[in-house]
T-cell receptor
Framework: DAKTTQPNSMESNEEEPVHLPCNHSTISGTDYIHWYRQLPSQGPEYVIHGLTSNVNNRMASLAIAEDRKSSTLILHRATLRDAAVYYCILRSYNRDDKIIFGKGTRLHILP | EPEVTQTPSHQVTQMGQEVILRCVPISNHLYFYWYRQILGQKVEFLVSFYNNEISEKSEIFDDQFSVERPDGSNFTLKIRSTKLEDSAMYFC????????????FGEGSRLTVL
């Protein structure tokens, strides 16, 4: 499985934007970049995914570098509820490809 | 919004006992997964299931583990003879199988082996 590298933890103030980085220098042409998060005592939750272009949804934005070797998950206005572990995952273009979780980034939100 | 449901939320068992964890995936999903998370550790893949058979399994998923979809709606994980190290949160997930589609996870079943 192609690997991703994320900081172990990050801190941000409530109501400010958060930029969560991810490096994936060995990404292949058929790998999509997925982000999931895990709130305390809950199961993982899908956040967003993309291939080459930047993506926006109601939860977040995903900025993908032109060479696709890195990406950034952007939470536009963090709330206390966004405190979670965020996982950057590469998922190949297969119908039933499993998701492999790394250690992720633990995001702390300061009130 | 449709969701994956898991039962029981918490089960305590004695070492050596059999345990069955149950999951009801989202109704139109075709791909099913079990993951586990030992306290303080990362989420680990156990097994994926499609078309009534295992499509992939990890090294963790040894002969003590089995999965089945007995009635077209439930998806179960059985641990035949539990060990202390099986204590973990077990998450079920399902997906449509559409390329790159998201997986939906349940809230998990906490298994405590004494």
């Amino acid at each position: 499985d192609a690997k991703t590298t994320q900081p172990n933890s990050m801190e941000s103030n409530e109501e400010e934007p958060v930029h969560l980085p991810c490096n994936h220098s060995t990404i292949s042409g058929t790998d999509y970049i997925h982000w999931y998060r895990q709130l305390p005592s809950q199961g993982p939750e899908y956040v967003i995914h993309g291939l080459t272009s930047n993506v926006n949804n109601r939860m977040a934005s995903l900025a993908i570098a032109e060479d696709r070797k890195s990406s950034t998950l952007i939470l536009h206005r963090a709330t206390l509820r966004d405190a979670a572990v965020y996982y950057c995952i590469l998922r190949s273009y297969n119908r039933d490809d499993k998701i492999i979780f790394g250690k992720g980034t633990r995001l702390h939100i300061l009130p | 919004e449709p969701e994956v449901t898991q039962t029981p939320s918490h089960q305590v068992t004695q070492m050596g006992q059999e345990v069955i964890l149950r999951c009801v995936p989202i109704s139109n999903h075709l791909y099913f997964y079990w993951y586990r998370q030992i306290l303080g550790q990362k989420v680990e893949f156990l097994v994926s299931f499609y078309n009534n058979e295992i499509s992939e399994k990890s090294e963790i998923f040894d002969d003590q583990f089995s999965v089945e979809r007995p009635d077209g709606s439930n998806f179960t994980l059985k641990i035949r003879s539990t060990k202390l190290e099986d204590s973990a949160m077990y998450f079920c997930a399902s997906g449509t199988g559409v390329n790159t589609g998201e997986l939906f996870f349940g809230e998990g079943s906490r298994l405590t082996v004494l």
